[in-house]
């Protein structure tokens, strides 16, 4: 029994002997770290351990080396967002950009004549619905408008002007083709050369070009001018009055028949036009009403109670 005993301590220690072996082999490298007990073996596991030091503190400093400070890294975000901003700004504007108009018409913006720098792509930053809006909100340069495009708030130059090399400004310049002459600017439009060297008269946003009865390039407005409302040539009725006025007729006429007369001005309200259609603007005090004509559809109500004490006294 004790011959038994003594046989399973032996192999127990050799199970250990060798385990003990199997890991040194499987990690040789820590062996170089680790004291032996000799002052040589001590000395390079020193050595070891510094060298392994210095190359963590390297790989840091690396690292800082790269890393940014928070100025740095908040001067880098400003940085980044006003890049974004320029190249959206500079989006919209092209986004924005209208067509060159031609001889046709189309009532397109000359694009010549829309400024592009700085200025005008801060304003680009305003949203609108109509050109008071940018009016109202931005400071354009001299010899120039505020208008609203595409939604946009833009700078046009006037008539007869042109944008600075810098795109912020606008300075006086009459075409001259190749021909010599020196083209005409309409009101309300612009003139430019086309590949041939000739005169190309333009109308600005909203406006379309037409030839007057004198043979003359005008640009008119179709949406607002009262003489020209829809089409060219249509004007705006005055406010209907009664198809008579009997202060003006014989008594004995107003006691046998009415007679008629076409529809005249009641003196009341002025003619407008407001997207292509004649209307009538009331002044205060006054309604709008229907009337029973064709030709004046409406009039001026003032509340006295019929449209003859409108007309002449």
Avoid: H
């Avoid at 499987?26 to 007990?37: F, N, Q």
């Amino acid at each position: 029994m004790l011959a038994f005993k003594s046989f399973v301590a032996v192999a127990s220690a050799a199970l250990v002997f060798f385990a003990q072996a199997s890991n040194a082999a499987a990690v040789p490298d820590l062996a170089v770290a680790k004291r032996d007990g000799t002052l040589a073996g001590n000395k390079a596991a020193a050595v070891a351990r510094r060298n392994a030091v210095k190359d963590a503190l390297a790989r840091r400093r690396e690292k800082r080396a790269v890393r940014m400070t928070f100025a740095q890294q908040l001067a880098a975000a400003k940085a980044a967002a006003a890049a974004k901003a320029e190249a959206a700004a500079q989006a919209a504007a092209a986004q924005a950009a209208p067509v060159a108009s031609s001889a046709s018409g189309s009532g397109a913006v000359d694009q010549t004549r829309v400024l592009t720098g700085p200025v005008a792509l801060a304003a680009q930053g305003r949203r609108c619905g109509a050109d008071i809006t940018c009016r109202a909100t931005t400071t354009p340069p001299a010899n120039a408008a505020a208008i609203c495009l595409v939604g946009r708030c833009a700078f046009q130059c006037n008539d007869g002007f042109a944008p600075t090399a810098d795109g912020n400004g606008c300075f006086a310049v009459t075409p001259i083709c190749n021909n010599g002459a020196v083209c005409p600017q309409p009101a309300n439009g612009y003139s430019s050369c086309d590949v041939g060297g000739q005169c190309v008269p333009g109308c600005d946003a909203g406006y379309t070009g037409v030839t007057n009865s004198g043979g003359a390039f005008v640009c008119l407005n179709f949406n607002t001018d009262a003489s020209n409302c829809g089409a060219v040539g249509v004007v705006c009725p005055a406010s209907c009055m009664s198809l008579f006025y009997p202060r003006l007729l014989p008594s004995l006429w107003l006691t046998s028949w009415l007679p008629s007369s076409l529809p005249q001005d009641n003196g009341i309200g002025t003619t407008s036009c407001q997207y292509g259609t004649c209307t009538i603007n009331c002044p205060f005090g006054s309604i709008r009403r229907r009337a029973a004509s064709t030709s004046n559809p409406f009039y001026c109500y003032n509340g006295e109670g019929s449209l003859v004490q409108n007309g002449p006294q």
